[in-house]
């Protein structure tokens, strides 16, 4: 199998490259939809081996360029996790946050903390997956007063991108561990409390780990058509299936047969809107891109308070460069990335979050969602500044 991308130049090809990527049902990594390909913005496609007989001669035959970005996609994933398949599971205090971890080891891990750190942290379940897993959420913070504001944050809402869970778990090591020594950090765990759950779609992140690598959705059965699983950023209630969201259940953006019907979804939606009054800001952790996106992502419009979460993120965006000089592109979802239907975003900010973001994570394609673990570090680094960075502007006032 290999990944390569295409830049359509023209119209024409961008037509071409839409329906041959539709019929051959390709997996689409960027963007996430056939209809997403526009011209002059890049496709990265997964060719199966049995398909790169004829979709590279076809591409060829219409006159369409592309590169290759890996050549040899089960060379890169041993890559990716250093062909560690044994590795040692290290005890629990020596916790490695460089490394990927499976579900069971996250879990472990979320454990151990509550047990370890039970001033500060708080393990609960919001609900249960489709197949019966617990969906757990860590609260974070000093009990300090009886109401503070929150923040929520999500990681892994699509099963493949491994790098926003290995996010999650680095942010509440780095409260846990400079919050003494951190005035910042301090201040976030006094003033406010964090809702932050690292695997969100626990059923299709299992999956990646076990089955399919590149697996995206949840894991829900269709009866009709033998497909699993629903796209969990397309199935919130906010203009449900419209643009950018796809009716049909083989697709990777499939919204579901109606809003929240995946149980991941619907659970979190709950518990959302019960604390609507308390949580401020709403972070998700996607990949890849380096974008840093704000509501809308259903249409193309300016949000009431549009000047504080621009200048929040923008401010955000210059705080993550300084770490490295990754420059993240950001904006409204919809301009900047695309339009998408159903998204989790749009729901929390229409649910009346007044701050929502999506983070799409490193990088830009050449390692796709197979970011190596030696990037886990840098990534996490500089997007602890850009995180650190929205919930101070959230503390203060913004006019």
């Not at 219409?62 to 890559?79: K, M, P, R, V």
């Not at 894991?219 to 009716?247: P, Q, T």
């Not at 979802?333 to 994570?361: C, H």
């Amino acid at each position: 199998d290999k990944v390569i991308r295409v830049v359509p130049e023209s119209e024409r090809e961008t037509q071409i490259l839409r329906a041959a990527f539709n019929r051959l049902k390709v997996d689409l990594w960027q963007p996430s939809s056939p209809f997403h390909i526009v011209e002059g913005a890049a496709a990265d496609v997964r060719v199966p081996q049995n398909a790169t007989r004829s979709l590279l001669p076809f591409l060829q035959q219409a006159d369409i360029q592309y590169t290759i970005l890996i050549s040899d996609l089960q060379q890169a994933i041993e890559n990716q996790t250093g062909g560690r398949s044994h590795r040692n599971r290290r005890s629990l205090p020596g916790y490695n946050y460089e490394v990927y971890h499976s579900l069971e080891e996250i879990e472990d891990w979320m454990h151990y903390l509550n047990r370890t750190y039970s001033d500060l942290v708080h393990m609960f379940s919001v609900g249960k997956s489709y197949e019966g897993r617990p969906l757990y959420v860590l609260k974070l913070g000093k009990r300090s007063r009886p109401y503070k504001k929150a923040v929520w944050i999500d990681c892994g809402i699509h099963a493949r991108e491994w790098i926003g869970p290995a996010f999650c778990q680095w942010f509440v090591k780095e409260a846990l561990q400079t919050h003494q020594t951190d005035p910042d950090m301090r201040k976030m765990l006094t003033q406010l409390y964090f809702y932050i759950m690292p695997v969100f779609n626990v059923d299709g992140y299992h999956f990646s780990w076990t089955n399919d690598r590149f697996w995206r959705k949840t894991r829900s059965k269709n009866m009709r058509f033998h497909c699993h699983g629903v796209d969990a950023n397309r199935n919130w209630k906010v203009k449900w299936c419209d643009e950018g969201a796809s009716l049909h259940p083989c697709d990777d953006t499939y919204c579901g047969p109606f809003p929240e019907s995946e149980p991941e979804v619907k659970a979190v939606a709950h518990f959302l809107r019960k604390h609507r009054k308390q949580i401020k800001a709403y972070l998700s952790f996607h990949a890849y891109a380096q974008m840093l996106l704000y509501p809308y992502s259903y249409k193309y419009a300016t949000i009431p308070n549009f000047n504080c979460v621009e200048s929040a993120a923008y401010n955000a965006v210059n705080a993550l460069q300084s770490a490295y000089g990754v420059r993240y592109r950001y904006g409204p979802a919809s301009s900047t990335l695309y339009v998408s239907s159903g998204s989790s975003m749009d729901w929390a900010y229409k649910n009346g979050i007044p701050y929502a973001f999506a983070f799409e994570l490193r990088d830009t394609g050449h390692f796709g969602f197979l970011l190596p673990e030696m990037l886990i570090k840098p990534t996490c680094t500089e997007t602890m500044l850009a995180v650190k960075n929205i919930t101070l502007h959230l503390l203060k006032k913004c006019h």
